[in-house]
């Protein structure tokens, strides 16, 4: 019967194979980085009009100390020196 569902609603496998739905860890405020990950802030980039994703900018350990109590901005102007940067794509999931 599984296969016979999954023909009638191909929504409800999409569902059950990416689990999307579900926000894991539970009750983690991700706008507040700083209380899962050191030296991380989070930002907000505009792709398109009317959508907005969330970002989290995290600098190296190496940067730590020098990170420590700095706003904003002096992260912003962190992602313009001349140091690399790596993208992780996460997924759809509504989390980080």
Request: avoid cysteine; charge should be negative.
């Amino acid at each position: 019967s599984l296969p016979f569902l999954i023909r009638l609603f191909p929504s409800l496998l999409t569902k059950f194979v990416y689990l999307n739905f579900l926000s894991f860890p539970f009750f983690a405020d991700f706008r507040r980085p700083e209380l899962l990950v050191e030296n991380t802030i989070n930002l907000y980039l505009t792709t398109e009009p009317g959508v907005t994703v969330g970002i989290w900018h995290t600098v190296p350990s190496s940067r730590g100390a020098e990170a420590q109590g700095k706003d904003q901005r002096w992260y912003e102007e962190a992602l313009a020196d001349d140091h690399p940067v790596i993208i992780y794509l996460h997924g759809n999931g509504g989390t980080r």
